[in-house]
């Protein structure tokens, strides 16, 4: 789960992170009374969950109240495009207001999970403003890290080596080891998978602020963090994918293909948009439909993928281990009933009681084009699409 | 020979007496499996499917003799707690099938396993199964047969799609390993193909990988520097989009790592044969095998 950055930076401050002070306004009014109150010069953020606001527009200085009511309303309701949020954009519902701040230095520091290690790093660079994946990939050796030890915890002397190898010697060694600590705890006590603050900065009169801040959450552990979980903007997320969350199918991605997929297993499921792809069509989703015990889900998940306007066909690609055949068999004929779906349906199923579901599927007379295998499924699919 | 699970192995199912426990304690004793024990606790004292039920692992091996395997189907809150009550009692083979354990509750139980000698393999797994011997797990064993071709993936779908693809072009396999589609995972592919290796039985190895993280990138140094058996690769996610979770917590292109492409290149660089449609799993290892004169 991500959270907006002025959220994110309510929880750092928190954890005794410095932050620019500030404020979020959801209209230029308010931007105005905010930039007021702040009684200094501002800069107006646009808050969305995507990186690369400022090369969009959506990031501005404001020298007075006035200015900051101006950069409100031009940014509040514009529909902003980033390298991240696609060529849709994303419509902009609310602004940060903070201190402009005089930059000394910038640099980078983020506490993540490494897989290979198996516990959480920090890493560093001084390379901060920058993608950190830009600098791994051109300065490798400008980025440091420290694995902490998950049994003995986060212990100073990690946060001093960090501190000093990213040159925070002298008056800053005490507040850069502070900061990292309370980045690290933050991480650990919110079950995060990303903790990210891009760029730390140092000011012009010494002091280290979390200029930006990005925040992601292990959504595997929302069961025991109601106050994250009340962080929760869906108004950012997909709202096809919101529609299937409510309907219990945890597992849909929308993508920008013509050929819906319903089909079990993570694996599986990017397994068929790869074999989709090989055929030459383009997968309208992922969705992972998990194992199937009752039909209605079938009925939800066909439901989504209709309701998506690009779907022109569906492949359904079950290889019934868990999930049944015959559930998701009835499942297409309550659907078409319910439905009305008048995309065509290739279908490749196996394992367990696939007979009864072939027999529930001719029973019904629904119109299901079957395939033997996978590699028939994608190709009759992709036909199916270009017919 | 197998790896990991044999027809000898005794195995305790913890979490046997909930909707999943049961129904796949089931069908792992029609397989064959030897199951000789089940935990819940405060449902010690009954039986379950003929089996013993305890209230704790601990009570499980001092009743029941020494104890090989657990098959855990606990819940992801107390799923972690679950793995490290095996721990505690020495279990050598754990495996984990629960989906959804905290990411950070995983990295405590590889911490404490750590040095430990006992092999956890999940969570988020489909489990081991070693054809016409044991079943550890929920795969469907039907697809199943007994040969030489070890199978070590991520997904468990993707598994039964590539054993169903073997076995009918006739390629058995010796054991078929799921390690689990979580960031943080007990066994990696790398350890298990160096099992693979050091087993007789096992001719050749399918390795079935998927986006996200180095796994398949470790898995493709050890094959380079120590693997002259075949390897057959397949990587899943070619098509997804960077920044999304693919249904896995661990299948995630971060910037630019942990994508489809760099892994088959670190494969084909390390030797492996890449597959690059998942249709065509079976007929590209029956190629490699005749190529070879294993087949």
Known sequence: MKVHEFQAKELLARYGVPVPHGRVATSASEARQVAAELGVPTVVKAQIHAGGRGKGGGIKLASTPDAAEAAAR???????????????????????????????????????????????????????????????????????????DPAAGFQPFEGRELAFALGLGGELLRPAVALIAGLYRLFVEKDCSLAEVNPLVVTQDGRLVALDAKLNFDDNAAFRHADIVALRDVEEEDALEV?????????????????????????????????????????????????????????????????????KAILVNIFGGMARVDVIAQGVVDAQKQLRADVPIVARLAGTNLEEGLKLLSDAGVRVEMAADLGEAARKAVAAVKA | MSILVNKDTRVLVQGITGREGGFQTERCIEYGTKVIAGVTPGRGGETAFGVPVFDTVADAVRERGPIDCSLIFVPAPGAADAVLEAAASQIKVIVCITEG???????????????????????????????????????????????????????????????????????????????????????????????????????????????GGVAEQEAAEYIRASVRKPVIAFIAGSTAPPGRRMGHAGAIIAGNTGTAAAKKEALAAAGAVICDS??????????????????
């Open chain 1, 74 to 148: 031009q940014v509040i309701g514009m529909t902003l495009v980033t390298p991240q949020t696609g060529p849709e954009g994303r419509l902009v519902r609310r602004v940060l207001l903070e201190e402009q701040t005089a930059i000394a230095r910038e640099l980078y520091l983020a506490v993540l999970i490494d897989s290979s290690g198996g516990g959480p790093v920090i890493m560093g660079s001084a390379a901060g403003g920058m993608e950190i994946e830009e600098v791994a990939a051109a300065h490798p050796e400008a980025i440091h890290r420290v694995a902490v």
């Open chain 1, 243 to 311: 529609r299937a969350q409510s309907e219990g199918i945890n597992n849909y991605v929308k993508l920008d293909g013509d050929i819906g997929c319903i089909v079990n297993g993570a694996g599986l499921a990017m397994a068929t948009m790869d074999a989709i792809k090989l055929a030459g069509g383009e997968p309208a989703n992922f969705l992972d439909i998990g194992t199937v015990n009752d039909p209605a889900r079938v009925v939800n998940a066909l439901g989504i993928i209709t309701a998506d306007a690009n779907v």
């Open chain 2, 101 to 211: 354990i905290p990411t950070l509750d995983m990295v405590t139980v590889k911490r404490a396993l750590r040095g430990s000698g006992l092999t956890l393999i999940g969570p988020n797994c489909p489990g081991v199964i070693a054809p016409g011997e044991c079943r550890v797990g929920i795969m469907p064993g039907s697809v199943f047969s007994r040969g030489g071709i070890g199978v070590v993936s991520r997904s468990g779908t993707l598994v039964y799609e590539a054993v169903d693809q073997l076995t009918r072009l006739g390629i058995g396999q010796s054991t078929c390993v799921g390690v689990g589609g979580d960031p943080i995972i007990g066994t990696t592919q790398r350890e298990v193909i160096e099992m693979f290796n050091a087993d007789p039985e096992t001719k050749a190895i399918v390795l079935i990988g998927e986006i």
């Open chain 2, 278 to 295: 998942p249709a065509e799993i079976g007929a590209t290892t029956a190629r490699v095998l005749r190529e070879r004169g294993l087949l």
